[in-house]
């Protein structure tokens, strides 16, 4: 494998569209999980569970554990959108083990994408949580002229959420290229590994600062109380 073939390349094209590989394979990704949850569905039983029933059990407690050690309680309307977060993203860092297959997240538009959908998940949840009026309003707290500087905290967030998903899984990409063309035989294998279990590290990663993000809009019950009795200016 050569180095320019770590990066996206085009596969083909449609109209005047170009498709990379890196789509191709999210493609090919979603149809796995969607059809993976629709036979996991109708398979699923209370008695005698198979090995993969457990598995999946086991990755939906740690998150209803996750949001537990978060926020302190559960909040079981976030555990099918974190566990659809954290399967893909995790999926998608191992997929380039495969032969020919690569990583979608080895492209930054790929985890900009990913970065969006958990801004968006932001708003979502706190909108649903405090109120359209109350949630907009923690946006000049605790004074007004700190409204810029909130805003390009949120941008910001996406931004280093994006770059640090590609870097890390870019930079495994590459180092991996590189030692196989020097030492094809033996290297490549450890490499690998280590970039399996960088992998799994930046899926949980990515995931956990969703998770805090949401709970940052949310806010917590003492932040309610104190916008519900805000002197109106009207």
């Given at each position: 494998m050569g180095i320019e073939e770590v990066f996206p390349q085009v596969r083909f094209w449609v109209g005047a569209v170009p498709i990379r590989d890196t789509v191709l394979h999210t493609w090919i990704l979603m149809v796995v999980l969607v059809a993976g949850a629709v036979w996991a569905h109708r398979r699923f039983q209370v008695w005698d569970p198979k090995t993969w029933q457990l598995a999946v059990e086991y990755i939906v407690d740690y998150i209803e554990n996750l949001i537990r050690d978060t926020t302190g309680h559960a909040m079981p309307e976030l555990v099918p959108y974190l566990t659809t977060m954290i399967s893909y993203i995790l999926l998608a860092n191992l997929l380039s083990t495969f032969p020919l297959l690569s990583s979608p997240t080895r492209d930054l538009n790929t985890t900009l994408a990913l970065s969006v959908v958990s801004f968006g998940s932001w708003h979502y949840y706190g909108i649903q949580k405090r109120g359209l009026g109350p949630y907009l309003h923690s946006f000049i707290e605790p004074m007004v002229f700190l409204l810029p500087l909130n805003i390009l905290g949120l941008v910001s967030r996406v931004?280093?959420?994006?770059?640090?998903?590609?870097?890390?899984?870019?930079?495994?990409?590459?180092?991996g290229a590189v030692m196989f063309m020097l030492v094809p035989l033996l290297i490549p294998?450890?490499?690998?590994?280590?970039?399996?279990?960088?992998?799994?590290?930046?899926?949980?990663?990515?995931?956990?600062?969703?998770?805090?993000?949401?709970?940052?809009?949310?806010?917590s019950e003492e932040d309610e109380a104190a916008v519900a009795h805000v002197p109106s200016t009207t």
């Open positions: 931004v280093s959420m994006a770059l640090r998903l590609f870097g890390n899984v870019i930079a495994g990409e590459m180092i294998l450890p490499l690998s590994a280590l970039g399996m279990i960088t992998g799994v590290l930046q899926a949980l990663v990515f995931t956990v600062l969703t998770l805090v993000f949401v709970v940052d809009a949310i806010g």
